[in-house]
């Protein structure tokens, strides 16, 4: 269960912003400017930092054109969906 593992807490401003812990912050790589995913789960909300390609660049080279149309296709739909 994931709130066995709540370690971290964090409140919600009155302008919808969070502050991430410290420690989860370096634990993960989140600095000033980092874009940041939620992915919605049964169990709640997953934070998930997201790479730019020149971060990704060289970790996975023998899947660099799929990982490129990958990427192309998720800016398409964040595009879409901030259309609505």
Do not use: C, D, N, W
């Not at 009155?14 to 790589?29: D, F, L, Q, W």
């Not at 400017?33 to 020149?54: A, D, M, Y």
Request: charge should be positive; aromatic fraction near 4%; hydrophobic fraction near 35%.
């Amino acid at each position: 269960m994931v709130h066995s593992k709540l370690r971290e807490v964090s409140s919600v401003t009155r302008k919808s912003m969070i502050t991430i812990p410290a420690r989860v912050r370096a634990k993960y790589g989140f600095k000033e400017g980092s874009k940041v995913g939620f992915v919605e789960t049964e169990g709640g909300v997953l934070l998930i930092p997201v790479r730019s390609l020149r971060e990704l660049r060289g970790t996975l080279k023998s899947h660099e054109k799929v990982m490129r149309q990958a990427i192309r296709e998720l800016e398409r739909e964040h595009r879409e969906e901030a259309r609505l």
